[in-house]
């Protein structure tokens, strides 16, 4: 027990910059050092707020405000979460309060005390069958058990109650108790299946610089083409990690990416001593989340799996950070504080001592360009597993030839000869829906957006128009709302058109379409890609949902349907993430004794990028790319910052932007140039006009002195009034 007050500087969960004194009243527990990291609830202007101690100093002054609860018995942030969460605040000039608030769970945010760890749940019996027939429902829940080796929890089954008694019955499937938070979505019990490592001498050399490295800084590039068995090095590298008594946190790009890779890992660690492997990702329930959570803060879940935000988790004993898929926008924060994942891993690991390892058959230009500046080391592999051979790659011409929804005669007789032979097939193309848009043919108007500056994609079998931009919709018109005319066509290829088609070319082989519209029910998407695992499905047809991270051994042909648009964007990343999306799409292709081929269709065949990926392969393209961007003054060879304003009167978006550009000018040196503002790409989206500014800095400090001026002189700003602005540093879209 205290004897005295105590100040405690407190970071409020609230839009503004530094930290806050309260006195901590006579009597209450803890000292400095077990305060900081614990939640409060204070007293902030009219209202009550959540914040997190930062610190606890000295003797209070009479008029100073008093802490109204002290949360949390421990803390739930230790030094370094602290240390992390300042270094975010202060690089992408975001409230403490506010970041610290995201490394916690959403109920803890709302300050909600710590939750049971036991959990109700379901898991499947020996000798259940996978599925049941003519009962779809049944079916399902059996395939969601038999995928979970820990059971799933009652929450994750809402809705199901009478199938489970029903199945119950049946004695396929009992209640359980999920007592430490093991469940599909948040702990995955560990299956007692001890598994040999078996590495090749690139994998092996690759095991032996990382593990050598464990209990210090560095950063790795592990660039292995697809197929080359990146998995089995993180997994060696786990191993020797977990023997030394250390967490691990792995970050993968999407949720899709999670189920395979939690029954690899679980396959692997029981004989290794690990306790669990927690899931964290934005598809669990927040109970889910929070005792996956929970698991990670305490150090019983030894292997954290999880999305961009898993690496805000508190890991007291972090030992190694794995980010797979590197170069995935994904990582990318694109709403509130942009943070991008990836970047933060390198920092955690750097303030920690501890390896970080990126894997990627496709990095990013930044990191290839960091690796030239000996800030990471290089490691390859080049070698398919099991011998496979690389995929021949080939150009289509579609010049002058007619196209069948998208299709090339050419193409089509590929694909015949493939699905004859028994091959799996995989066409990719990224827009989904049955047609980007729909015009009249009798006066040319395209219906488009109320809210946006977009056409609104047809979705045919929902017999509607839906914009992709704010979820507006609304019935398909019969006739043109401006003549009148019958003559409304559809324009545009999307993934919802281009499954009908291929069911009437190839009605014999069954297809199986993978995209946001067609997995949005829980389990749906698990169900698809159990289907194209199985080579049940011969068409495999989607979006990037597709193409990232999934092994398909039944793939022999893959086919890139629209190259060109990623050639012709204003988007000076968009031919970096082609050449990666080709390279990915074609690492599909062929494994094992299946040789792969990858078709891309296009009208553009001498472009310079594509023939450097035809003749030298990523390798070579990204040269290229890299030796453009050097020219351009552009990342890597600078670094950005984005300023975006939006408000309901175009003026106002464009008067604060300009008044910023007047101040930066002002700032600028030859070190910072200033480009706009200018309308973004999209002017117009949910009623509100946007437009955009870019600073270019040739190095970080003087960009970054520049951005901390500016954030205090612009609240004296009247242009500022109406006006919502955001800031984003090393933005990744640019839209």
């Known amino acids: 027990m205290t004897q005295e007050a105590v100040v405690l500087k407190v970071a409020v969960d609230a839009p503004v910059e530094g930290v806050f004194d309260y006195v901590l009243p006579v009597g209450w527990e803890g000292g400095g050092d077990a305060l900081a990291g614990r939640r409060v609830r204070v007293p902030f202007g009219a209202s009550v707020r959540l914040g997190v101690v930062v610190d606890a100093v000295g003797v209070p002054s009479p008029e100073l405000k008093a802490v109204e609860a002290l949360l949390d018995e421990t803390p739930l942030l230790d030094a370094d979460d602290l240390r992390l969460g300042q270094w975010l605040a202060g690089y992408y ?216 935000s898993a690496v805000l988790t508190p890991m007291s004993r972090l030992g190694l950070i794995v980010v797979d898929e590197e170069h995935d926008p994904s990582y990318k924060q694109q709403e509130g504080w942009r943070y991008h994942a990836r970047d933060l891993a390198v920092v955690r690991a750097q303030q920690r001592g501890i390896p970080v390892v990126l894997g990627s058959a496709t990095p990013s230009l930044e990191s290839l360009a960091l690796v030239a500046q000996a800030r990471y080391r290089l490691l390859r592999l080049t070698e398919r597993a099991g011998g496979a051979r690389s995929p021949h790659l080939a150009l289509l011409d579609v010049r002058k030839r007619p196209l069948q929804d998208g299709l090339s005669a050419p193409l089509l007789e590929k694909m015949k000869a493939h699905l004859v032979a028994g091959g799996q097939v995989l066409l990719f193309l990224n827009r989904r829906g049955f047609a980007p848009a729909m015009e009249c043919h009798a006066c040319g108007h395209v219906e488009a957006c109320r809210q946006c500056s977009a056409p609104m994609t047809v979705h045919r079998g929902r017999g509607r128009l839906v914009c992709h931009h704010c979820g507006a919709e609304r019935a398909v018109p019969r006739v043109c709302a401006v003549c009148g005319s019958h003559e409304v066509m559809m324009q545009g290829l999307g993934t919802e058109r281009l499954e009908l088609a291929l069911q009437g070319l190839f009605p014999e082989f069954a297809l199986e379409r993978i995209d946001r519209d067609t997995t949005r029910r829980k389990g749906e998407l698990e169900i698809k890609l159990e289907r194209a695992h199985s080579g049940e499905a011969r068409i495999l047809l989607g979006t990037q949902m597709l193409a990232k991270g999934h092994d398909f051994p039944g793939v022999t042909l893959a086919v890139i349907l629209d190259a060109d648009s990623g050639l012709m964007s204003s988007d000076f990343r968009a031919p970096e993430r082609l050449l990666q999306l080709i390279v990915q799409v074609a690492g599909r292709a062929g494994r094992a004794d299946k040789p792969g081929e990858v078709l891309i269709q296009t009208h553009q065949p001498e472009h310079p990028l594509l023939q450097a990926l035809l003749h030298g392969g990523f390798e070579r393209g990204a040269e290229l790319l890299m030796r453009e961007r050097e020219l351009a003054r552009l990342p890597p060879f600078a670094h950005l910052a984005l300023l975006r304003a939006e408000a309901k009167d175009a003026a106002r978006a464009q008067g604060f932007l300009a008044r910023c550009a007047t101040f930066f000018k002002d700032e600028a040196t030859e070190a910072l140039q200033v480009w706009g503002p200018a309308p973004a790409p999209l002017e117009r989206r949910v009623g509100r006009y946007r437009f955009q500014l870019l600073l270019v800095g040739a190095q970080r400090a003087p960009l970054h002195r520049a951005i901390e001026k500016f954030a205090v002189a612009q609240q004296a700003w009247t242009e500022r009034r109406g006006v919502k602005w955001s800031l984003d540093v090393d933005p990744q879209e640019m839209g």
């Not at 197929?227 to 691990?248: C, H, I, N, P």
């Not at 790009?253 to 396959?267: G, H, N």
């Not at 306790?275 to 879940?301: D, I, K, Y």
């Open 93 to 308: 000039h975001a409230p403490l309060g506010e970041v610290l608030a995201l490394m916690l769970p959403a109920s803890l945010r709302g300050g909600a005390a710590l939750c049971s760890h036991e959990m109700r749940g379901w898991r499947v019996l020996a000798g259940a069958p996978q599925e049941v027939s003519g009962a779809a429902r049944q079916s399902q829940v059996l395939r969601q058990l038999h995928a979970a080796a820990g059971g799933v929890s009652v929450g994750d089954l809402r809705g199901m109650t009478q199938v489970l008694r029903a199945l119950e019955q049946r004695g396929w499937v009992e209640r359980c108790d999920l007592s430490l938070g093991v469940h599909r979505d948040a702990c995955e019990v560990v299956a007692d299946v001890p598994v040999t490592l078996v590495l090749n001498a690139q994998q092996m050399a690759a095991h032996t610089a990382i593990s050598a490295s464990l209990g210090q800084f560095a950063a790795f590039l592990l660039h292995g083409i697809t197929g080359s068995g990146k998995t089995e090095v993180y997994l060696a590298v786990m191993t020797a990690a977990l023997q030394r008594g250390s967490q691990v946190l792995v970050l993968v790009p999407e949720i899709a990416l999670t189920p395979q890779l939690v029954a690899r890992f679980a396959s692997r660690f029981k004989p290794l001593g690990a306790e669990a492997v927690a899931v964290l990702h934005s598809g669990m329930t927040a109970r889910a989340r929070e005792l996956a959570w929970q698991a990670a803060q305490s150090g019983r879940a030894r292997v954290v799996l999880g999305t961009r």
